[in-house]
């Protein structure tokens, strides 16, 4: 294990903010990527609308997903493809992912990145507060 993984505080719960009706793929959101100059995809995983959750960065290598300064180093980024609708197959996904990712970083909390970018409303939803009751509510911007 890395010094980077042994560092994982925070899963960031991103959205593609895409139509959401529009299919992505990571390897549209890689392509994405490469067109700003960057290394390739940011995020760690990207959920599909069918509930597909596709790789995107190995999560041994530090992802680029968080604006802010040094946020990147101590978290994993998964992208829900859509803006601020997602399907119920999105949601079990992302469950499940987070539920495997916390098998190896129990301590991670689950956020959204706009906890951590607070220009951000991504993923317009309170993940944290989703993640720990069930609950799904909209973020009211």
């Not at 197959?89 to 916390?102: P, S, T, V």
């Not at 956020?111 to 951000?120: A, F, N, P, R």
Request: charged residues 25%; hydrophobic residues 35%; glycine residues 10%.
């Amino acid at each position: 294990m890395s010094v980077y993984q042994l560092s994982i505080k925070n899963i960031v719960v991103h959205c593609s903010d895409t139509p959401n009706d529009r299919e992505v793929t990571a390897e549209e959101i890689h392509h994405w990527h490469k067109e700003n100059n960057w290394s390739g995809i940011g995020y760690h995983a990207v959920i599909r609308r069918n509930g597909v959750v596709e790789s995107g960065r190995p999560i041994y290598w530090k992802g680029s997903h968080v604006g802010r300064v040094g946020r990147n180093h101590d978290t994993l980024g998964v992208c829900l493809v859509g803006r601020d609708e997602y399907t119920e197959a999105q949601l079990k996904a992302l469950r499940n992912l987070i539920e495997y990712w916390q098998e190896s970083f129990p301590k991670a909390a689950v956020v959204g990145h706009c906890d951590l970018d607070g220009y951000k409303t991504c993923p317009n939803f309170d993940a944290g507060r989703w993640f720990e009751t069930g609950e799904f509510a909209k973020s009211p911007v």
